[in-house]
């Protein structure tokens, strides 16, 4: 019998949204290799591609899929979403030991068998060691039905297993290629992440005083504030605001505030 997969690969149903993936995936340079064996499901292959590619990865290998044709199919296109060149430099290969070849460490994603086999870690706390060495890695995903044969999992190095909630720990392909793919680009040493708005000018002492000001004679014109007996109002007000970290923009607001009400209780 076959070990159980950590994950319990099912069918994609639905398209994903149509925003592309930007990063460019360069085969020449790229040290990973993401292998499918025996894939049955079109948009599975074409969803891992696009999760390959949003890591920056490019290498994709596929032991003997069910249909010969999978890396061409419109449903395999439609979930790549923009990693079509992912799929075309493609190999499909009839065996994994062909698929393995130039690899020196290879991580299968099932369980390690009863008998024997290579040990199980956690994708994190293993990547965080192989990333340091020189290796040529291939992570090495099963069937969605059935997962990783032990005869699989036996030409591999390590097993991975994704840490998911006791009771329900079934990812789709696509999903553990993903997963997989997020976390070794994060070892590699990941992507930075470009702010897409300007920082705001915070307010400066000076404005956060002249605010507390307005405030105040707008809160003593409304009868919230009795100027006899203040007690720690206005303190907690200068607290509250300092933490807020106001930018220039909001002060102008919370004065045009205190402007509105000051000439609402007139």
């Not at 993401?34 to 591609?49: D, I, M, Q």
């Not at 099963?142 to 999992?153: A, I, S």
């Not at 290629?177 to 997020?182: G, I, K, T």
């Not at 303190?235 to 609402?264: C, D, F, S």
């Amino acid at each position: 019998m076959p070990p159980t997969n950590e994950a319990h690969f099912t069918a994609v149903n639905a398209p994903p949204s149509p925003t592309e993936a930007t990063s460019t995936a360069t085969s020449v340079a790229d040290p990973t290799r993401f292998v499918l064996v025996r894939p049955s499901h079109a948009g599975n292959v074409g969803a891992a591609a696009r999760a390959m590619k949003v890591m920056g990865f490019a290498d994709l290998v596929l032991v003997a899929p069910r249909f010969a044709d999978v890396l061409s199919q419109e449903e395999t296109v439609a979930m790549a979403s923009g990693a079509a060149d992912v799929l075309t430099r493609a190999r499909i290969v009839p065996s994994l030991a062909e698929a393995l070849d130039g690899i020196t460490w290879a991580c299968a994603t099932a369980m390690t068998p009863r008998d024997f086999g290579p040990p199980t870690h956690t994708p994190r706390e293993h990547f965080a060691t192989l990333a340091a060495g020189p290796h040529r890695v291939a992570f090495v995903f099963g069937p969605e039905r059935t997962g990783l044969l032990n005869e699989d999992v036996y030409r591999c190095h390590a097993c991975l297993s994704i840490p998911s909630a006791p009771g329900y720990g079934s990812l789709n392909l696509a999903q553990a290629v993903q997963v997989l793919a997020y976390e070794w680009r994060q070892a590699l040493g990941g992507y930075g992440v470009a702010p897409r708005t300007v920082d705001a000018a915070l307010a400066d002492g000076t404005a956060l005083e002249g605010l507390l000001q307005h405030w105040q004679q707008v809160l003593q014109d409304i009868g919230f504030l009795d100027p006899a007996a203040p007690k720690k109002l206005m303190p907690r007000l200068q607290q509250a605001l300092n933490r807020a970290q106001l930018t220039q923009e909001e002060l102008h607001i919370l004065r045009g505030i205190a402007r509105a009400v000051g000439k609402a209780a007139r």
